[in-house]
């Protein structure tokens, strides 16, 4: 059972942009501290949808 909010299109887009956000990080080399923040930020927006 989905719940109301993982129907929407913007919360949809959030959790792709999350995926898009690690796969990023990912191909970072070095820069600890700024894919740590990215991250984090990324992670709070569908959570602001909620």
Do not use: T
Request: overall charge positive.
């Amino acid at each position: 059972m989905a719940f109301g909010h993982e129907k929407l299109d913007v919360y949809r887009a959030a959790i792709e942009y999350v995926g898009w956000v690690y796969r990023f990080c990912e191909a970072l080399a070095g820069h600890r501290n700024a894919k740590d923040q990215l991250l984090r930020a990324s992670q709070v927006i569908p959570l602001n949808i909620v």
